[in-house]
């Protein structure tokens, strides 16, 4: 219901694209009888979790019974996503949020005696830790020097990442693949580590690398009763595939009910 709200061309938005509106809930059709599941093999590789590669083998199983078709095939595109994105991530979030200057836009400090230090306060006290950490990330990476080093490269890899995906949608009306190699992870539990934080995201930064729509559902438990995802990746503009498959093994399964959280306090 969201989707529907939010998609389709917005004329005040340059970069929108001019498409018909398409009701996404009529895309739930509890049916994924031939369609066709590529499993790329380099994300059930070294790195990932054993729980989590069982979770997911039993999920490919659950989409075979219900008359999907799945093949393993080859996508060696993770460990080259996960640097493009954080290079070109953080180059946006230097270049987008330096228009936050606690005067046209965003929070401005209380008190402040000149102009330098209205910039220097709003912005030390609007932005946390982890956006500061992007913003200087992402202008080293524009600076004098260093953007055809990082940043141009960066958009040339891009390319790759988006061919190889394209080859793939050749073959496969949807991509199967771990949200993360492991198992969720307590809040707060990697802010003394961004690396580490990082590194999590390896099985979809590639998703928006690409361009692609992506849709993460929960698969399984491990044995401390953390959740374990499973991605879906389509082919552009194919939400309403990828939201079917994911409602259809939503309905086979039954996680909400087999599966109450448990919420630490």
């Avoid at 998609?7 to 059709?29: C, F, M, N, Q």
């Avoid at 996960?82 to 953080?90: D, G, H, M, V």
């Avoid at 141009?152 to 771990?178: C, H, S, W």
Wanted: proline content about 4%; glycine content about 8%; aromatic content about 10%.
């Amino acid at each position: 219901m969201l989707l529907n709200l939010i998609a389709g061309h917005d004329e005040k938005d340059t970069t929108s694209v001019d498409r018909p509106k398409i009701d996404y809930t009529k895309a739930l059709k509890n049916d994924v009888k031939g369609l066709k599941i590529g499993v790329p093999k380099e994300f059930f590789g070294e790195g990932i979790n054993q729980e989590v590669k069982e979770a997911l083998e039993k999920s490919i199983e659950v989409y075979k019974n219900l008359g999907a078709k799945i093949e393993e095939f080859s996508l060696d595109v993770a460990n080259y996503a996960l640097a493009t994105y954080y290079i070109i991530a953080c180059a946006e979030a230097s270049s987008n949020l330096g228009r936050f200057d606690g005067i046209r836009y965003t929070y401005r400090t209380p008190e402040f005696k000149n102009l330098k230090e209205l910039y220097k306060k709003s912005r030390s006290e609007g932005f946390g830790d982890e956006v500061k950490r992007r913003i200087i990330l992402g202008t080293y990476v524009l600076s004098s020097g260093y953007y055809d080093a990082y940043y141009k490269k960066a958009q040339q890899v891009r390319t790759l990442v988006m061919n190889e995906f394209n080859k793939g949608f050749e073959n496969y009306d949807i991509i199967l693949t771990p949200t993360s190699p492991t198992v969720a992870f307590d809040i707060g539990s990697k802010s003394n580590n961004p690396l580490e934080m990082y590194l999590a995201d390896i099985c979809t930064v590639s998703v928006n690398i690409a361009g692609l729509p992506g849709i993460s559902i929960p698969c399984g438990v491990d044995k401390e009763g953390m959740p374990i995802g499973m991605q879906l990746i389509g082919n552009k503009f194919c939400e309403e595939i990828i939201l079917n498959a994911a409602y259809t093994f939503e309905q086979a399964v039954k996680f909400r009910e087999n599966h109450k959280p448990e919420f630490k306090k």
